[in-house]
């Protein structure tokens, strides 16, 4: 217990007060040396000029690749009519799919329009520290909030969406402004989801019909009649997040004048230092330029990546806005939600994790609990996930369903084996090779160390103690710390 107790003592710490005296993988360690090599080459020219080439080169702010785990919540007016999913003005009015039409025929009054919901959103039970609380209590170091989606409204009261935000219509309040206020109180760092496009905007539409040669809809930064990128500007200066989430990309990048505004962010605003962008700019950046990459929604890999990525995903599996008719089996359980966390961070991602509150502000007790259930999970195997790197393997090699991080703690390198499924009395390892009476093996959340012997097959073999049903750490994905071993 003491030793295990110092570790994650000394481990915290580093974790807290120093993330950059974490050491590196010679892997790890050589992309960051080519990232301060760029560092020092921009401190003697200042500035990131507008073009992909450069911006791609920013050193991604180390707070990012520690944090790994953010919340997503995605919440606007289509969390009103909350059926099918949050693309519902766009199903119904823009392919008029069937049952979107029928289903409007039926409940609602002839001539009732999508614009119509917005009044609805009263957000009644909205209390933006009850959602911290629950964040925080998840594990979650992140959490990025839908400041606009497709459909255009925005949660705060911007000079650039007249009659069409929630301070004009509906809650009657700055949501983003709320949010941001208690996410800063608890220590969470602040994301916002922006879309760049919006499905029936005029001005987009007018863009679009001219098959983008011209940026009524984007440009310029003084033109209040202009949308896009004012608002993107408008969101930097008032709430300063640390992440920015882009979407919603038909037009290319320069059609957007995405690297001006990266160049400007990362220069000159107040977030210049911290901030963390991904790579939805437009139709030639995804899963190429940016900071984090993305790539497809719920990017899952199963190998480990030469960027940094971000698994975007669900735990309703079939929407991002709340559905009322949702049913258990469309939820992931705990143990899938936590496979998704390990697989994603044993490969070098981020994981990115969708709640989906109700109209009303609520957020519904089966997310409460997926949440909470992370949390406790996290509370035990915190130092596996945390600042963590990806090991040299990122799956173990015979044995499946087994996933390794590692962390450097003081002079030592810890490699942690994350197994999914609980080991009946002993767990066989090909990847990790152990040396005589140097290598130590840990269950976190249990004292002690447990025996092993070296495999004739290779690798090292853990000889699991009987525990009882009521002492086990935890529920669900058991982690093993392995120190001083031969290939760590
Ligand atoms: C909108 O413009 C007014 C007047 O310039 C300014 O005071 C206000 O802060 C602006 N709102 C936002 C959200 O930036
Ligand atoms: C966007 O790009 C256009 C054309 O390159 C330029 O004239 C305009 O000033 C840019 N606007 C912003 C806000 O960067
Ligand atoms: C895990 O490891 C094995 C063996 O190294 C490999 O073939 C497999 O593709 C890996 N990935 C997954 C998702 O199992
Ligand atoms: C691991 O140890 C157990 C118990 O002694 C044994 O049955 C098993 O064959 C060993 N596995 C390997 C791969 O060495």
Request: contains cysteine; glycine residues 6%.
């Amino acid at each position: 217990m003491f030793i295990v107790k110092n570790v994650n003592i000394i481990l915290r710490i580093l974790i807290l007060l120093c993330p950059c005296t974490v050491e590196f993988n010679s892997q790890n360690q050589k992309v960051v040396e080519e990232f301060n090599t760029v560092k020092q080459s921009n401190r003697e020219d200042k500035l990131y000029p507008p073009n992909w080439e450069a911006l791609d080169k920013r050193p991604l702010p180390v707070w990012y690749d520690s944090a790994k785990i953010g919340i997503f919540v995605v919440w606007g007016v289509y969390s009103v009519p909350s059926v099918y999913n949050e693309w519902f003005w766009y199903r119904w009015k823009g392919q008029k799919e069937p049952k979107y039409v029928e289903f409007m025929h039926k409940n609602y009054k002839p001539g009732f329009t999508y614009p119509d919901f917005a009044s609805m959103l009263k957000a009644e039970f909205l209390d933006t520290d009850e959602w911290t609380k629950l964040f925080k209590s998840s594990g979650a170091e992140y959490v990025v909030f839908t400041t606009k989606h497709h459909e255009g409204f925005t949660m705060w009261p911007s000079n650039y969406s007249f009659n069409w935000n929630s301070m004009s219509v509906g809650p009657k309040r700055d949501i983003v402004g709320e949010l941001v206020t208690s996410l800063r109180k608890q220590d969470l760092r602040v994301g916002l989801y922006h879309s760049l496009f919006e499905w029936f905007n005029p001005l987009f539409l007018q863009d679009k019909g001219n098959n983008f040669k011209t940026q009524k809809f984007v440009a310029t930064l003084d033109d209040t009649t202009t949308k896009t990128m004012p608002e993107l500007y408008e969101l930097v200066n008032n709430y300063k997040p640390d992440l920015i989430w882009s979407d919603g990309c038909p037009g290319t990048s320069s059609y957007w004048n995405a690297t001006e505004f990266l160049a400007w962010l990362y220069n000159y605003s107040p977030v210049k230092d911290e901030v963390v962008t991904n790579d939805r700019w437009g139709t030639d950046t995804m899963c190429k330029h940016g900071g984090f990459l993305t790539c497809t929604d719920r990017f899952n890999p199963g190998k480990l990546q030469k960027r940094k990525w971000e698994n975007a995903m669900t735990i309703d599996k079939l929407s991002w806005g709340f559905r009322r008719n949702a049913k258990l089996e469309e939820f992931l359980t705990i143990e899938e939600l936590i496979a998704s966390i390990v697989e994603t961070i044993s490969c070098g991602g981020n994981i990115l994790i969708n709640v989906a509150p109700s109209y009303d502000g609520t957020i519904q007790p089966l997310f409460q609990e997926r949440l909470t259930q992370m949390g406790s999970w996290l509370h035990v195997n915190f130092e596996a996930i945390y600042g963590s790197f990806p090991w040299k393997y990122q799956n173990d090699t015979f044995t499946p369903r087994v996933w390794y991080t590692e962390q450097q703690i003081k002079t030592t390198k810890a490699v942690y084996a994350i197994t999914l499924d609980w080991p009946d009395k002993y767990l066989y390892l090909q990847s990790p090779i152990p040396v005589q009476d140097q290598t130590f093996v840990y269950l976190l959340g249990t004292e002690g160390q447990l025996q092993w012997t070296s495999s004739p097959q290779g690798g090292i073999n853990i000889t699991i103690p009987y525990i009882p049903y009521n002492k086990m750490p935890c529920q669900w994905a058991w982690v093993f710390r392995l120190l001083d071993l031969q290939n760590a």
